[in-house]
């Protein structure tokens, strides 16, 4: 993997953070994020949980200029909230991507003139 180059092409970058205490969650939400997509988070960078079970943010950014593969659907232990903030298509080629491997809700947003920002709920597929 090569590391995101925020020079390279701003408008492809997408940020998404993951809140929880299943570190395991946010590795495989990021996992099947680095199947379609590079990334600034190495794959045996596993986020890990506070040791006194306190509510941790694990982020990672994505460049989305180009699709490797869509990602097999993933099994979650629990629903994962995730926050994604990038330009309107970066954003929304994330989301779909995210869709081949998780059940997505769209919870909430904020638009700005460039970006917008998505907090989408994921879950196993049925």
Known sequence: MHPVNRADDPASQVVVEIGGRAGGDAHTVFCALRTAYTSDR?????????????????????????????????????AVTATVQGGYAAVESLRSTLASAFAVRVVGTAAGDQEKEVQLELESHA
């Not at 045996?44 to 490797?68: L, N």
Request: charged share 30%; net charge negative; aromatic share 6%.
């Open 42 to 78: 190495e794959a045996d960078d596993e986020p890990q949980g506070s040791a006194d079970g306190r509510t941790t943010v694990w982020t990672a950014t994505f460049d989305v200029s180009e699709v490797h593969e869509r990602p097999a659907p993933a099994r979650l232990g629990a």
